[in-house]
């Protein structure tokens, strides 16, 4: 009855250290990179804005994007144009702060990734693992990662609330042919509110 618990505890000691050398080596290699990311935000099944970017990292280490084209819906005028622009500054304040709590779920420090893993059921997924867990950010939440067999991420799903809303966060992971990992698809549904947000991200290019 003891043996079982520390030998999953050990290989998730093993695991951490693992996932977490991967995390850091590709982060520092995506600083070479420039790449396109189109947005687009969907309420209630009609776009309400669309654009695109190129992001590249400064020398400072920072994240710059360069819009490249940009459309919005059109916004009626007088005072339902006034009204219109007041909700859409109030939707553009509560999806800020529903990113800063999607960022938690990146999991961004060893030990956000050690809290996780601990709680995790490590269930077989072909060549590599899917990781569940519950409570990992905020009560009731869930949280499913997927590893290959490199124990880099695939794939992650995210179950939570944000201000009494039900959130569904995916993520779809992919790869350069040069080995450079990246998240190719992020999809945040709000479904109470009708909103879709589509990040992807693709044309990597080597730029050092």
Do not use: C
Not at 28 to 40: A, D, F, K, P, V
Not at 81 to 106: F, N, T
Not at 124 to 137: E, H, I, M
């Amino acid at each position: 009855s003891v043996a079982a618990p520390a030998a999953a505890q050990m290989d998730m000691n093993q695991l951490v250290p693992k996932i977490s050398e991967a995390r850091k080596a590709n982060a520092l290699e995506t600083r070479n990179y420039s790449w396109t990311q189109r947005t687009e935000v969907k309420l209630k099944g009609e776009t309400k804005s669309l654009k695109t970017d190129i992001v590249r990292y400064t020398v400072d280490g920072e994240l710059q994007k360069t819009p490249i084209d940009e459309t919005s819906a059109k916004k009626p005028k007088g005072v339902r144009g006034k009204i219109a622009k007041k909700k859409a500054g109030e939707m553009k304040d509560w999806m800020a702060d529903l990113g800063v709590l999607l960022k938690e779920y990146s999991l961004p420090t060893e030990g956000n990734l050690l809290d996780f893993l601990n709680k995790a059921a490590v269930n077989p997924d072909g060549a590599g693992q899917r990781l569940d867990a519950s409570d990992v950010v905020q009560p009731g939440d869930r949280m499913s990662m997927w590893l290959g067999a490199d124990h880099k991420l695939t794939r992650t799903e995210v179950s939570t609330q944000h201000d009494g809303s039900d959130v569904k966060l995916k993520t779809d992971h992919a790869a350069t042919p040069d080995g450079l990992d990246y998240v190719a698809r992020t999809v945040i549904l709000v479904p109470d509110k009708g909103v879709e947000m589509t990040v992807e991200n693709f044309s990597y290019q080597r730029e050092q």
